[in-house]
């Protein structure tokens, strides 16, 4: 309805695009008993128009139409409703400062002028139309086209009547004529492929029950407390074998996994990415809805749900977030308007040469907005607790995995990608200010300087980093025959060079785990399943005693067998023996000593915290060290003996004197061990050794790590 002036024709001019429709008025909603005005059907296809030249004012009106069928209806027609974004929501969009722009963008279900309905909106600014389609309309571009909200690049449709649960897609008109379908970037629910469809959804039903959790969050995650992570990829964690082995659903694997969480003592856990993706096989890192949990274990609330029953648990739950490339699926983001939008044009710039993938444009004010708003939604919506930055170095260099070539400097020359480096820091201030207590983890391969330091100080701004050095040099020792690892002893040794240059997490991911390198326990060197087990054993008691949060991938804690396969459970059945129970049960003691002695968790950050006793002996394969709580009261000796021989009445130089009680040994026969040890632990003598006044002698078993605490 709008205003119509045509030579001495002038009046209020109504239009409508209605399909299987015969007569059409329209009906001054302003009464029960208004007038009604019956329109021209112009067109056989459905087109209605009428001029209403006794009223110059627009006012609130309805359609009342007759269908072939003679069934009447009556309904508001969206054209009715002015735009529900408002200006200064379009001008910080397009400044990339509308840190809440998903509450604007993509589909909303919403009261306008008391009339209930849903409000859609996409970016789209070199579109020439765009349409909101699906079943309500037949999929068909001509009977809802959007308004452009002018040089916003934004289009927007508010449509009565419609409720959740409807499925759409837009349809958009490139400039050179070009007609395709895009599901909504800003989607939060979608179908299953192949059809991929965005559903309506209505945030606002769902009713938290984690009040306790929040409230201590901010202490609870502060860098100085216990972090043990456990990740899980939910698809494959157990499945329903009497159920054609389906995978287990949000509110299954809630109370599941939150049984088995507890049980080991984990404090966390971390779970690849579940915003929504097309393809099994990319584990969720080729992302296409990136505002929606995945439809495969259930909806939106059942997340939350989901969510909410870890924190009543005292869980804190981390997401992989992958903001670093998206995938060329064409009915997602790629060439979205008919251009390349959310991409570079160039592929020097646009494309990922590792996974085929494209790279985002972050110098671009609306892809930041998208970006920033999506990590905040995740806070907001769903109350995750941290989110770890997947393939960040990939983000911070122009030339990575590039030949020479292969990329455009910086306008410096350098090879940093100052417009990502810039988004990453405004990415982390942003969500430490409006969601404190929240943690922000990088995955970053490289020696880049100050990820974990904050930016006013030139760093990053991330909390933890993940060590993928101290991973590599460990990893690359235990896979070594105990003969060789002699030759070897500085890949324990060398990571403590850079441990305090960050705030370290020690991981053993699923990376560890992929791409033919086998699983943990068939990786270490040594012949049979029991001396792997024995070699695994003593490297998880050497990464719990060693400085930095904890994370370890699921299979791991049991010592599964076979190399993870995203599309099969795990095997639970190995819980049966020995060597894989074992390798659980030390896995529960390692967490509960980590969580409760002051010398662990509490200073991992600390350099006074930790010191060398000896790291001489490669010929022995043989480490120790001490950690110690800031008073000096807490103090925790460790040793790792990486040879598969007994030693008896090894000295070891001691930094206090008293008596050192053994509080874990990894080859207990409790863990399926040989039980070698020190029962009744270890009293120290006034003999100098390793450049200390007291020292004693230690019974070393074969492959195994040691702890002693200090008791006077």
């Known amino acids: 309805m709008h205003p119509f002036t045509k030579g001495k024709k002038r009046g209020i001019l109504v239009r409508a695009f209605l399909s299987g429709v015969e007569k059409c008025e329209v009906v ?41 069928n003679k069934e009447i209806r009556q309904f508001y027609d969206p054209y009715s409703f002015l735009p529900t974004i408002s200006d200064s929501d379009l001008y910080l969009f397009n400044q990339g400062n509308e840190h809440r722009i998903y509450e604007k963008l993509g589909a909303h279900p919403k009261v306008v002028n008391g009339v209930p309905g849903v409000s859609f909106a996409v970016w789209a600014p070199n579109a020439s139309r765009v349409s909101l389609v699906g079943s309500f309309n037949d999929w068909d571009g001509r009977y809802h086209p959007m308004r452009s909200l002018g040089a916003s690049g934004v289009w927007e449709l508010f449509v009565p009547g419609m409720e959740p649960g409807e499925m759409y897609k837009f349809e ?51 860098i100085d407390q216990p972090m043990s992570v456990y990740e899980v990829h939910l698809g494959s964690w157990k499945r329903r074998w009497d159920e054609d082995q389906r995978p287990l659903t949000y509110a299954e694997l809630a109370v599941e996994l939150a049984d088995y969480v507890t049980e080991h003592g984990f404090t966390h856990i971390e779970l690849m990415p579940v915003a929504e993706h097309p393809f099994d096989g990319s584990w969720g890192y080729q992302v296409t809805g990136y505002y929606a949990p995945t439809h495969r274990f259930g909806t939106p609330d059942d997340f939350k749900a989901f969510v909410d029953y870890m924190h009543q648990r005292d869980i804190g739950v981390i997401l992989d977030w992958v903001p670093a490339h998206f995938p060329r699926d064409i009915f997602a983001l790629p060439g979205f308007d008919g251009t390349c939008l959310y991409e570079h044009e160039d592929p ?16 671009r004010h609306e892809v930041k907005s998208f970006l920033v708003a999506n990590a905040l939604s995740w806070l907001d919506r769903y109350h995750i607790d941290g989110l770890r930055v997947d393939a960040v170095a990939s983000m911070l260099y122009l030339d990575y995995s590039r030949e020479e070539g292969q990329w455009i400097p910086n306008q410096y020359g350098g090879n940093e990608n100052l417009e990502a480096i810039a988004f990453l820091r405004e990415a982390n201030d942003l969500v430490h200010k409006y969601y404190p207590g929240t943690l922000m983890i990088a995955e970053e391969s490289t020696s880049f300087g100050g990820v974990t330091k904050p930016p006013s100080e030139g ?64 990786k270490m060197g040594a012949g049979s399943i029991t001396d792997k087990s024995q070699t695994l054993r003593s490297l998880y008691g050497h ?20 190399e993870w396969n995203y599309d099969k459970s795990l095997q639970w059945h190995l819980n049966e023996f020995k060597d894989h129970n074992g390798i659980s049960s030390l896995i529960k003691d390692l967490n509960r000593i980590y969580r409760t002695e002051a010398a662990l968790a509490y200073t991992d950050f600390e350099p006074e915290s930790f010191r060398w006793i000896a790291c001489w002996d490669a010929e022995s394969s043989i480490i120790s060290y001490v950690r110690t709580s800031p008073d000096g009261r ?43 040890g020190n029962v009744n632990g270890v009293n120290s003598e006034p003999i100098e050794y390793d450049n200390f006044p007291q020292s004693g002698e230690f019974t070393l078993p074969p492959l195994s790590t040691l702890y002693f605490k200090w008791e006077g």
């Not at 990922?352 to 110098?363: A, K, R, V, Y």
């Not at 990464?543 to 076979?562: C, I, V």
């Open 28 to 68: 001054d909603a302003g009464s029960e008993d208004g007038p009604r005005y019956p329109m021209e059907k112009v067109d056989e296809h459905g087109f209605f128009e009428v001029l209403i030249e006794d009223r110059d004012q627009v006012f609130a009106y309805r359609l009342r139409s007759e269908q072939r």
């Open 172 to 222: 958009l008109r490139a400039k050179n004529g070009d007609i395709f379908l895009k599901t909504d970037p800003y989607g939060c629910y979608f179908e299953a492929p192949p059809n991929n469809a965005s559903i309506v959804y209505d945030h606002s039903e769902y009713g938290w029950s984690d009040q306790a959790w929040m409230a201590k969050r901010v202490n609870h995650q502060a």
């Open 459 to 522: 760093g990053l701004g991330f909390d933890l980093k993940w060590n993928m050095g101290w991973m590599h040099d460990n990893m690359s020792y235990f896979e070594k025959d105990p003969i060789y690892r002699k030759h070897h002893q500085n890949n324990l040794t060398f990571g403590m060079l850079y441990q305090y240059a960050e705030n370290f997490v020690t991981v053993f991911s699923h990376d560890e785990v992929t791409h033919g390198k086998g699983s943990m326990l068939m």
């Open 348 to 363: 020097r710039l646009g494309a990922h040469m590792d996974w085929g993938t494209l790279i985002f444009n972050f110098g």
């Open 543 to 562: 990464m719990w005693a060693y400085p930095g949060k904890k994370l370890l991938f699921m299979g791991s804690e049991f010592g599964q067998s076979e």
């Open 634 to 676: 807490s103090k925790i000796l460790v040793i790792g003996h990486f040879t598969p021989v007994t030693l008896e009445n090894y000295r070891i130089g001691l930094p206090s004197a008293g008596h050192w009680r053994e509080i874990l040994n990894t080859d207990s026969e409790y863990y399926g061990g040989s039980n070698a």
